[in-house]
């Protein structure tokens, strides 16, 4: 069954790529694109900052705003006894502060996601390979880091890792953050009607060639790019 439900979860993520519309700009462009948000949100993504104003655009700009926040929103599932965290602090600020503060780099990629879902933007290869590269180093840096408790001469090459490690992934932080912004500011003041928020934790998978439902219940109003460029 648990097999079952990870394959449909993987499977709607494929999904995606079948989304008609594409990220005005790449997370390889954001910096020079919007090199102040860019920096800021490099700055604030230790302390969560960034992936908690990241979150809250997304929420403001296609939904009710924070009353419209779960936690993960949906995205991440129970596990073992845990229940699904989407039952944690339905839409309080508390709540998201704490996920952006304590999973910075998952919540961030949770509002890009989300943003994906809401406009059916399609993933960009480029950008899953910067952020598997920032995820990978952090994997290698922790393993490092275990390795040096017990080897002494691993010392020195687990602080090198972890110095890279982490300028990368201040960086990745600061371009998803940019691109994030980049996104909504086009669709500030837009006719957008955000449908009751409808939260799960594993996505359904649908059959090729059937219309795919908007992730947490909110449709996207404004056509595809390629059918506005048409009219």
């Not at 300028?167 to 912004?181: D, E, K, N």
């Not at 059937?210 to 947490?216: K, W």
Request: hydrophobic share 40%; glycine share 8%.
């Amino acid at each position: 069954m648990k097999n079952k439900q990870k394959a449909a979860q993987y499977g709607s993520m494929f999904i995606l790529a079948d989304n008609p519309n594409a990220f005005k700009v790449s997370l390889s462009d954001a910096c020079c694109r919007e090199p102040v948000c860019c920096l800021l949100s490099c700055c604030g993504s230790g302390c969560g900052f960034s992936s908690c104003y990241a979150r809250s655009k997304v929420l403001d700009t296609y939904y009710n705003g924070i009353a419209d926040f779960t936690c993960c929103q949906g995205y991440i599932g129970g596990c073992c006894c845990i229940p699904s965290p989407v039952t944690c602090c339905p839409g309080s600020p508390v709540g998201l502060c704490c996920e952006g503060c304590c999973f910075p780099f998952q919540s961030m990629i949770i509002a890009r996601v989300h943003l994906m879902d809401t406009k059916r933007i399609q993933p960009d290869p480029c950008d899953w390979q910067i952020i598997q590269c920032a995820i990978c180093l952090q994997y290698i840096s922790c393993i490092l880091d275990i390795l040096a408790i017990f080897i002494d001469a691993l010392r020195d090459a687990a602080a090198i890792v972890d110095l890279i490690a982490d300028l990368v992934f201040m960086s990745t932080m600061g371009c998803m953050g940019a691109q994030v912004y980049h996104e909504t500011k086009f669709d500030i003041g837009k006719q957008v009607q955000p449908q009751p928020l409808v939260a799960y934790a594993i996505p359904v998978a649908v059959p090729v060639g059937q219309p795919r439902p908007v992730a947490q219940g909110a449709a996207y109003t404004g056509a595809p790019e390629s059918e506005a460029m048409q009219r």
